[in-house]
């Protein structure tokens, strides 16, 4: 461990959310700031805990032992999985950073970074008194849609369809609507405070896509914001996937026509009703179209949605159909023979769409994914949006209008050009590029304050 922490530029303590999803893009900002030479101490619970071996350069700390409890209480609800996550990992966090700095090998902590929704970091950090960065692993447009909701915005149904006050091109319908249950309010307050009052925020987006409303948070923050993003194009690919993906895909996928396949996948907690996977089957079918589907054990309420998929349905789509459990999706983005890609929105999925050029098929579900979808398919018009009640009629007609009419050509050109304004972005000179730069010189200046003040 003393070999991991020598002669570095400063000690960070990253600490991500043990969900899939927010797990991904804090290993690759690991990666990332361990190449512009940090140490990094990675925090964790024994809850889909990172392969350590996989990260030899890394530091390892376990906190809350009792964790997988708390995960049997997930059952779906998100926020109650969370608010239950944050008063369990507390108490831990705070023993485990107090050894850490009484311990000889570690060096003392630069800055402790902490994913928004373990917002208990905050608490810890200022209690000993370390300095502290957020990391927003969604859109900027989340947050803003969170800071501008006001419960009585969405509580009368026939409201839904009105712009949003400022932002004429989202419909109340659009923004991250929650349940109003206590707990849910509670939770996204703690994240929403647990943002604004970190020195600085860290985002998994970027500024060609959301600059006017990066210059916003900015405004109202008064802190520095670093949008870096795509977080999983700056360091050469890893997989940081805690779910065992089925690899046999690629070749199947080396065997289909270039920008043919229509990718599905709707991330890794959304589920849907037997109605739903069954129009979406249809709708797939019929619009023949090859696809690659992801079908999640569980994602029909629990039961294994591939068994709901009748005989006639295989039997019409066994020569162009291929179905897994789990993908390695980045990979599958980037392959030449992807055609648009068939989404829940959840940021990861957009951003990793957007940086491969693939135009998207937009069926949001919860929170962040209408909001995401509203701007794929309204300001970066890269994709469509299908309405909210799926029929097997309107899947197969989004996709055909993809593949084959002018508005579908012109949304693929859109793609790739947003694509090339990605690549520059990533490039030396380039805006997430700068922004790392910043960021590194902004760690070390508080790095340097911190070391004179303690000599
Ligand atoms: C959740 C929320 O639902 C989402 O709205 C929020 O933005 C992040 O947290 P999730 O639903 O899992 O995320 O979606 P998403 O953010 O798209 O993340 C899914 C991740 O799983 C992506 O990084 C994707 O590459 C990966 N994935 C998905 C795979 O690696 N293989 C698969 O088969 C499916």
């Not at 917002?119 to 947050?143: M, W």
């Not at 949304?411 to 690549?423: F, Q, S, T, Y």
């Amino acid at each position: 461990m003393e070999r991991k922490q020598k002669e570095r530029k400063g000690h960070l303590v990253l600490v991500p959310c043990p969900l899939p999803s927010h797990m991904s893009p804090m290993l690759h900002l690991a990666k990332l700031l361990h190449s512009q030479g940090f140490s990094i101490t990675i925090i964790h619970t024994q809850l889909n805990s990172p392969n350590e071996s996989h990260y030899p350069e890394f530091s390892f700390e376990s906190i809350g032992g009792s964790m997988l409890e708390s995960y049997s209480a997930f059952d779906g609800d998100v926020m109650l999985f969370l608010s239950k996550l944050n008063m369990k990992c507390e108490t831990p966090f705070h023993e485990c950073l107090v050894k850490m700095q009484l311990r000889c090998q570690y060096t003392p902590i630069s800055c402790i970074i902490y994913d928004a929704v373990m917002y208990f970091s905050a608490a810890v950090a200022d209690d000993l008194k370390l300095f502290r960065i957020v990391l927003r692993t969604s859109s900027a447009a989340n947050y803003i849609g969170l800071s501008i909701l006001d419960e009585s915005d969405f509580v009368s149904e026939p409201r839904m369809e009105e712009p949003v006050a400022g932002f004429p091109f989202l419909r109340i319908k659009d923004m991250p609507l929650f349940s109003t249950q206590k707990h849910t309010r509670e939770v996204l307050t703690c994240i929403y405070n647990g943002t604004r009052t970190a020195s600085a925020i860290i985002w998994n987006s970027l500024w060609c896509l959301e600059h006017a409303l990066f210059e916003k948070i900015k405004n109202e923050t008064l802190v520095p914001v670093f949008p870096l993003g795509p977080l999983q194009k700056h360091c050469s690919s890893f997989s940081t996937n805690v779910l065992s993906e089925e690899q046999g895909c690629i070749a199947w996928l080396d065997k289909q026509a270039p920008s043919s396949v229509v990718y599905v996948s709707f991330g890794s907690v959304v589920t849907m009703t037997e109605d739903e996977l069954l129009e979406m089957a249809w709708g797939l079918a019929n619009s023949g179209q090859p696809f690659l589907w992801v079908v999640r054990a569980c994602v029909v309420n629990g039961s294994d949605g591939v068994e709901m998929l009748p005989r006639e349905f295989h039997e019409a789509t066994r020569s162009r159909c291929r179905i897994a459990s789990w993908l390695p999706q980045q990979k599958i983005l980037a392959h030449t023979s992807i055609g648009c890609f068939l989404t829940h929105n959840g940021w990861n999925s957009t951003i990793e769409s957007i940086a491969e050029g693939v135009p998207m098929l937009c069926w949001p579900r919860v929170g962040d994914q209408r909001v995401n979808a509203r701007f794929v398919s309204h300001v970066w018009r890269v994709g469509l949006q299908l309405e909210d009640r799926l029929l097997r009629e309107d899947v197969e007609s989004a996709i055909q209008t993809l593949f084959i009419d002018e508005e579908g050509i012109e949304i693929h050109k859109r793609a790739k050009e947003l694509k090339k304004k990605v690549d520059i972005s990533l490039r030396q000179g380039g805006a997430s590029s700068e922004f790392l730069s910043r960021l590194v010189k902004y760690i070390s200046l508080q790095e340097t304050m911190i070391r004179l003040s303690n000599a």
